[in-house]
């Protein structure tokens, strides 16, 4: 009865995320099994900026994420914080697989603004909002992977700057400036295409 309460410690999950690296049978599920509490509150952080009534709930997203990790056959994460990374991007892709699928449609209702933030997205659009976060954030790694790759991991992943700094094998300090550029980067961003939609029109000369 007793046996239950023990929680494992990082070292264990960082043990089977290797196990699941090297493609080991069951080490998948087992890591699930043992994050699973973990895993919901990174997929209920990700919901809070969704469009209210989103036709995914936090377990469907957690289930889905699982799914497209098994068809990864063996991860590259290395440890505890590299694992929920992976499963936080793969939310963010799925997230993103529904905003485009519902439509196209949406986007026809002018600007979308996104203030980019360490809590939230808010938006009138929040479907194309999310497309067009994931449009910039992917124009952000092909001008500077490593700034990406910090976004991806403490604005989607929720990780703390020290976790970060650790899967990319960086100072804190290195994080903390990317991180901050990476944010106004991505502000600018958002607004050239806030631009680009509403002002259309505007030059036809």
Same mark, same amino acid.
């Given at each position: ?78 440890? /505890?914080?590299?694992? !929920? +990374?992976? #499963?936080?991007?793969?939310? @963010?892709?799925?997230?993103? $697989?529904?905003? &485009?699928?519902? %439509? ?72 903390? /400036?990317?991180?901050? !550029? +990476?944010? #106004?980067?991505?502000?600018? @961003?958002?607004?050239?295409? $806030?631009?680009? &939609?509403?002002? %259309? ?5």
């Amino acid at each position: 009865m007793e046996q239950r309460t023990q929680q494992p410690g990082p070292g264990d999950i960082s043990e089977l995320v290797r196990r699941w690296a090297e493609g080991r049978p069951g080490a998948l599920d087992e890591l699930f099994l043992r994050t699973y509490r973990e895993l919901r509150r990174v997929a209920r952080q990700q919901m809070r900026r969704e469009r209210p009534h989103h036709s995914l709930q936090i377990t469907a997203l957690v289930n889905e994420a699982y799914l497209r990790l098994v068809e990864q056959r063996g991860g590259r994460a290395a440890d /505890r914080a590299e694992f !929920f +990374a992976a #499963a936080a991007g793969t939310m @963010r892709r799925i997230l993103v $697989d529904h905003a &485009r699928a519902r %439509g196209r449609q949406k986007r026809a209702g002018g600007a979308v603004r996104v203030p980019f933030d360490e809590t939230t997205i808010v938006a009138p659009q929040r479907d194309a909002s999310l497309v067009a976060l994931d449009e910039a954030l992917d124009d952000l790694e092909q001008y500077d992977r490593r700034k990406a790759s910090v976004v991806e991991l403490r604005y989607f992943g929720g990780l703390t700057v020290e976790e970060a700094a650790q899967v990319l094998d960086l100072s804190p300090i290195t994080v903390k /400036r990317d991180w901050a !550029f +990476a944010r #106004a980067w991505l502000h600018r @961003r958002m607004r050239h295409h $806030d631009a680009d &939609r509403s002002g %259309g029109g505007r030059n036809t000369t």
